[in-house]
């Protein structure tokens, strides 16, 4: 299973980013997908999730009402659409796949996990 994230960038304070998640076809539509970030110096911690169908999504208080978990099985896609960018939000963005297939935040039970794509929110 491969996952290739990408989207991320430098952005101000209230605007927005897109990321995607590029799975191979064996992830799509079977395993569960999320998305992590790691900020400098902090643990790694959970964002959004969505299941195998897409039909539930769970977030984090942080940036729920402000982030947007979706995924397209057909084009073996998952995205992030995050709004409303705080500085808070600067980290190495992660896409993850967990093979029990419902949205989950859990980061150790998450099976594969891609390379990161940086969000920088600038003040």
């Known amino acids: 299973v491969q996952l290739q994230a990408s989207g991320g960038g430098l952005v101000q304070a209230g605007g927005s980013l897109r990321l995607s998640c590029a799975t191979s076809?064996?992830?799509?539509?079977?395993?569960?997908m999320g998305w992590f970030r790691q900020a400098p110096g902090k643990e790694r911690e959970f964002v959004a999730t969505?299941?195998?169908?897409?039909?539930?999504?769970y977030y984090a208080n942080s940036v729920k009402g402000r982030f947007a978990i979706s995924r397209d099985n057909a084009k073996n896609t998952v995205s992030l659409q995050m709004n409303m960018l705080k500085p808070e939000d600067t980290a190495v963005y992660y896409c993850a796949a967990e093979s029990a297939g419902w949205s989950n935040p859990v980061l150790n039970e998450y099976d594969y996990w891609g390379q990161g794509t940086k969000v920088t929110v600038s003040s």
């Open positions: 076809e064996r992830t799509s539509s079977t395993y569960a």
């Open positions: 969505i299941s195998k169908s897409g039909g539930i999504t």
